[in-house]
């Protein structure tokens, strides 16, 4: 039997330990991660769990979202690229989702999305939108770098090398004030909407402490020219958030940051550095990563019942006619319009 209960009802620390020893368990998963979405947008996280002896066997977190389009939905996990059922395979993973389909109509529940990614053996309905990026960090460094894209990745970290461009790794929240004033020029560059201040504040002031966030800045001339977010957990490091200044992409900030961010995870220990989730449209961005070395996967996310809200899926009619309108706007504008509108993006 599975029931919806509160972190204070399951406690912190039972909740990580059980994320921190299944092998499905991200940091999408962690408390400390919910926490920052909770303080940020106002969501409550409940965890759908079932135990044996006061343990958890197995869970899911659940957020409960509104919106006058969506109506009222479960997410596993807002703002998260992935969240799996933690279960031990699907027969579990079926009885979990038939006692969740009950509560979802017993509460009046119009949806439910599972962002479900590495599980398998089960059905997923959503078509291939997205994939994931992930680079092995076995090797040295010195042979890993030798295996990099000669012309788009080792040519550009030279270059920025020779043009005396550094790597600071932040240590204040200045830092990271840093990372989201750049964030904001390529938020609008690119014609979306940006998150609030408050979520940066609020992944330094939560996972930083904990050694699971960081922020690098590549700096010329104590000016920051390109910055980059990376989540830390278990074995894997994330590239979360990266951010230029589009005036200073050609001395070659970006390519060397990345290299940083990936040489230091491999330094700390880490088996493997996420990319990240990437729209199939962006053919750009999906040929930047891969150039990394990084294996492309596809994603495959659960809904009930099957999505049907093409309109607001990137690429759409109506996400460029937003994106086009966002690129005009000032930056101010769009940050307030992040502030006020971006929890109903979940």
Known sequence: MFSLLDINSIQEDNWNSFVENHPLGTVYHHRAWHEVIEKTYGFKTDYFVSEADGKIISAVPLVLASSLISGKRFISYPFSDCCDPLVSGPDEFNALMAELESE???RGVKSLELRAYRLDGIERNQEDDYFNF????GC???ALLRSLHKDCI???IKKAQ?????IVEGTSLEHMRAFYELHLKTRRKQGVPVQPFRFFRNIWEVLNPRDMASVLLAT????NLAGIVLLKYKDTAYYKFGASDPEFINVGPNQLLMWKAIESSVNCGFRQFDFGRTFSGNTGLMEYKSRWGAEKIKMGYVFIPERREKLKREGSAL???????LKKMPVFSNRILGGLFYRYLA
């Open 104 to 106: 979802r109509k017993k």
């Open 134 to 137: 992930v680079l092995k960090l």
């Open 140 to 142: 040295r460094t010195e």
């Open 154 to 156: 080792q040519r550009p």
């Open 162 to 166: 020779k043009n005396g461009i550094e």
């Open 220 to 223: 010329k001339d104590s000016r």
């Open 319 to 325: 996400n460029r006619l937003a994106s086009g309108m």
